[in-house]
C-alpha cells in the first residue's frame, strides 16, 4: 500500500490483482469500515461479491450510522455526523455508489449538489440565559498564554503527547475560552481526554479553525446518515451479491502466530446459542472491527430512561481475546476499561406540538419546515449544568416523517451533573424530563414546560457508555495497525485500528480510511490511497489560522523588512516569485 494525491492517482483505475480469483472475504461487523472494504474489495479489487461475506450480531448493518422509527419509542438517532471536502476516501468511496433519489448521479454527486444549493452555516452557535444570544461574536477569547498553549500542543512532538490529558497541556485560560467550548461541544472532547488527540484534531482540521464559531466548512446529508449513505451502499452491495449474515455473534478469531508470518485460520461464532466456526485458509481475507462506540447502547423512552449498561460487551470482549494472542493486536482496555470516562447520552426529540417549532426558529433564525439547513449545526447552551447542545437538521430527517413534526437530536456532556429545570442527571431522565430541560433553555414559560413536555413531544433517551472510548489517552501500540507486521491474509478495521496514514478518529473518514488501507494492502492494489489533505503543511493556512485564532488582531512581527518577505513567501505563486525574496 502507498498513499498518494492528485488526479493522476484519483482517476486511475487498478488492474485485477492476479491472486484474487482464489480469495474469499470474511467481515467481522456490518459497520461503515467494514461496508466500505467490501466495497473496496469489489470496485478495485476485482472480487466478486458472492465470495465476500458479512458477519453481524445485530439485525442491521451501518453500526454508529443509524437512523430508525422504532414502533412504540418513535424515531432514533444515536448520533450525527459532520462531513468536510476534504474527506478523501469517504468521497472516494461515495462517487462509485448510486444515489437511491436521483436516476444516473452518485451519492457523492448527490451530496454535492445539495450542499451547493443550500450551503451550511449557522445563525446561533450559542445560547445563555433561555435562549438569548450568547453574544460570543464569532470570538475565541484566548488569552495571550491561551494562545502560547495552542502553538505549544501544535509545535510538540507527538511521542510528548502520549498518555497525557488535556488538561495537563492546556492552562484555564484556554479551557475558560470561547475557543474551547467551540471544540469540545463540536467534537466532544472532553478535558481527561486525550492531548495526543487533541493535537492531531488541530492538524487534520486547522484549515476549519475560522469555521468553529459558525459551521460554514461542515457538510450534511440530506436525511440521517442510516438512509443517506448506509442504504444506498448496502443496496449497492447486495446487488454485487455481497452475503450479509446477521444475528452471528463472532466470539474469536484463532491465529497461527510465528515469527515474521501470521495468518487468521479460524473465526469462531454463535447463532441462535449454538457454538460454530469457520476454517480458514491463506486465501481467506478475515477484515476484523474491532471495539465499538455504540456497543451496549441503552435507548429509553418517554417515560423511561435510559440505563448504564456496564455488562459483557461482546465488541469489546471480541477484541480482548484477540490481543491476548500478540502484543501487535493492540490493548483494548486502555480505550474501553473506564465507561464512566467515555460515556454520554444523547436523545431523539419529535415534536408533536405547534408552538415548539416556533421556539427553534426564533434561535436557529429560519424556518424549520423549510427543507433547507436549519440550525446549521449544534446550539450549544453555554450555561447548561449539563453542557446541553441541540441540533435540527435539514427536513424531513426521515424519508417518512410526517410534515408537521421535527426532528431534533441533543446531546450532553456533562451526563451526571443536576438539571437547570429538572433537578435531576441527564442519565436518570425519562424522555419527557429530558424535553423539559430542552424547552427551558428554549425560553418556553416555566408554567407550559411540564405539560407541553409530556404532549408536545416524543423524546427517546439513549446512554452509551463507550461513545468518546476513543478519545482516551494513549500510546504507540495501544491501536493495532490495521495491517499488523507479518499479517498474511488479515486486517483490523475501524475506529481503534492506527492507520498508517495520519488521520484523527471519530469520523466518517477514519472508518472508510482503514478499510482502503487493509484491502489495499492485502491484495496489493495498484492505486494509492488518498493522503490525508496536507492543509498543516501550508504556511498560508497556518497564518490564517493563527489570525483567527487571535480573533483578527493583527501579528506584529519585526523587523518589518522581514514581515514584508514573510507576507511574500507566503502570497508568491511560484517558487521563482518566492525564491527573489530570499537573499
Given at each position: 500500500m502507498y498513499c498518494s494525491s492528485g488526479n493522476y492517482e484519483a482517476f486511475a483505475r487498478p488492474r485485477k490483482p492476479v491472486s484474487v480469483d482464489k480469495k474469499t472475504a470474511w467481515f467481522i461487523g456490518a459497520g461503515l469500515a467494514a461496508l466500505a472494504g467490501a466495497a473496496f474489495l469489489i470496485r478495485d479489487g476485482h472480487m466478486p461479491g458472492n465470495r465476500i461475506t458479512i458477519l453481524e450480531r445485530l439485525t442491521l448493518?451501518?453500526?454508529?450510522?443509524?437512523?430508525?422509527?422504532?414502533?412504540?419509542?418513535?424515531?432514533?438517532?444515536?448520533?450525527?455526523?459532520?462531513?468536510?471536502?476534504?474527506?478523501?476516501?469517504?468521497?472516494?468511496?461515495?462517487?462509485?455508489?448510486?444515489s437511491l433519489e436521483l436516476e444516473g448521479a452518485s451519492v457523492l454527486d448527490e451530496f454535492y449538489w445539495l450542499n451547493k444549493d443550500d450551503p451550511n452555516y449557522s445563525l446561533q452557535r450559542a445560547t445563555v440565559n433561555r435562549g438569548q444570544d450568547a453574544h460570543t461574536d464569532g470570538l475565541f477569547s484566548l488569552t495571550g498564554n491561551a494562545q502560547k498553549d495552542l502553538i505549544a500542543i501544535f509545535l510538540a512532538d507527538?511521542?510528548?503527547?502520549?498518555?497525557k490529558r488535556i488538561d495537563e497541556v492546556f492552562g484555564q485560560d484556554l479551557l475558560n475560552s470561547n475557543f474551547w467550548l467551540y471544540w469540545r461541544t463540536m467534537f466532544a472532547f472532553e478535558q481527561w481526554h486525550s492531548a495526543l488527540e487533541m493535537k492531531l484534531y488541530l492538524h487534520r482540521f486547522i484549515?476549519?479553525?475560522?469555521?468553529?464559531?459558525?459551521?460554514?466548512?461542515?457538510?450534511?446529508?440530506?436525511?440521517?446518515?442510516?438512509?443517506?449513505?448506509?442504504?444506498?451502499?448496502?443496496?449497492?452491495?447486495?446487488?454485487?451479491?455481497?452475503?450479509?449474515?446477521?444475528?452471528?455473534?463472532?466470539?474469536?478469531?484463532?491465529?497461527?502466530?510465528?515469527?515474521?508470518?501470521?495468518q487468521a485460520t479460524r473465526i469462531n461464532y454463535k447463532r441462535d446459542g449454538a457454538s460454530n466456526g469457520i476454517d480458514l485458509c491463506a486465501d481467506d481475507l478475515v477484515f476484523v472491527t474491532i471495539g465499538s462506540l455504540t456497543e451496549n447502547s441503552?435507548?429509553?423512552?418517554?417515560?423511561?430512561?435510559?440505563?448504564?449498561?456496564?455488562g459483557p460487551a461482546p465488541a469489546w470482549d471480541l477484541w480482548r481475546?484477540?490481543?491476548?494472542?500478540?502484543?501487535?493486536?493492540?490493548?483494548?482496555?486502555?480505550?474501553?476499561?473506564?465507561?464512566?470516562?467515555?460515556?454520554?447520552?444523547?436523545?431523539?426529540?419529535?415534536?408533536?406540538?405547534?408552538?415548539?417549532?416556533?421556539y427553534i426558529r426564533k434561535i436557529?433564525?429560519?424556518?424549520?419546515?423549510?427543507?433547507?439547513?436549519?440550525?446549521?449545526?449544534?446550539?450549544?447552551?453555554?450555561?447548561?449544568s449539563w453542557l446541553l447542545s441541540w441540533t435540527v437538521n435539514r427536513q424531513p430527517h426521515f424519508k417518512h416523517q410526517p410534515k408537521d413534526q421535527i426532528i431534533v437530536w441533543l446531546y450532553s456532556l456533562f451526563v451526571n451533573k443536576l438539571g437547570d429545570f429538572v433537578k435531576k442527571p441527564m442519565q436518570d431522565c425519562t424522555g419527557a424530563e429530558v424535553t423539559q430541560e430542552w424547552l427551558y433553555h428554549l425560553g418556553v414559560p416555566i408554567a407550559?414546560?411540564?405539560?407541553?413536555?409530556?404532549?408536545?413531544?416524543?423524546?427517546?433517551?439513549?446512554?452509551?457508555?463507550?461513545?468518546t472510548s476513543l478519545f482516551m489517552p494513549r500510546r504507540a501500540g495501544d491501536r493495532p495497525d490495521v495491517v499488523p507486521k507479518g499479517a498474511a491474509n488479515f486486517a483490523f478495521i475501524g475506529q481503534f485500528a492506527e492507520a498508517a496514514e495520519r488521520d484523527c478518529v471519530f469520523t466518517t473518514e477514519y472508518s472508510v480510511r482503514t478499510a482502503m488501507e487493509a484491502v489495499y494492502t492485502l491484495l496489493d492494489i495498484e492505486r494509492g490511497v488518498p493522503q490525508v489533505f496536507n492543509s498543516t503543511y501550508?504556511?498560508?493556512?497556518?497564518?490564517?489560522?493563527i489570525a483567527r485564532l487571535r480573533d483578527s488582531k493583527e501579528i506584529q512581527i519585526e523587523p518589518v523588512s522581514f514581515r514584508k518577505l514573510l507576507q511574500e513567501t507566503v502570497e508568491a505563486p511560484v517558487l521563482g516569485e518566492l525564491l527573489k525574496g530570499i537573499k
Open positions: 448493518p451501518g453500526g454508529a450510522l443509524d437512523g430508525a422509527k422504532q414502533r412504540e419509542r418513535g424515531f432514533v438517532i444515536r448520533g450525527g455526523r459532520e462531513m468536510e471536502d476534504h474527506f478523501e476516501c469517504l468521497w472516494d468511496l461515495f462517487r462509485s455508489i448510486p507527538p511521542r510528548d503527547m502520549e498518555k484549515h476549519h479553525i475560522g469555521g468553529l464559531p459558525d459551521f460554514r466548512t461542515l457538510k450534511f446529508t440530506k436525511y440521517n446518515q442510516y438512509e443517506s449513505l448506509v442504504l444506498p451502499l448496502c443496496n449497492w452491495l447486495a446487488k454485487q451479491g455481497v452475503n450479509f449474515q446477521f444475528g452471528v455473534k463472532v466470539t474469536d478469531v484463532d491465529f497461527a502466530i510465528r515469527p515474521e508470518y501470521n441503552d435507548t429509553g423512552d418517554h417515560h423511561t430512561p435510559a440505563t448504564l449498561n456496564e481475546r484477540i490481543s491476548e494472542k500478540s502484543t501487535a493486536f493492540g490493548r483494548p482496555d486502555v480505550f474501553g476499561g473506564n465507561i464512566h470516562a467515555t460515556k454520554w447520552e444523547s436523545a431523539t426529540i419529535t415534536t408533536l406540538d405547534t408552538r415548539i417549532p416556533d436557529a433564525k429560519r424556518d424549520p419546515f423549510g427543507g433547507k439547513v436549519v440550525t446549521g449545526g449544534i446550539v450549544t447552551v453555554k450555561d447548561s407550559e414546560i411540564p405539560q407541553l413536555a409530556e404532549t408536545g413531544a416524543k423524546t427517546v433517551p439513549v446512554m452509551m457508555p463507550y461513545i501550508d504556511v498560508r493556512t497556518i497564518l490564517a489560522a
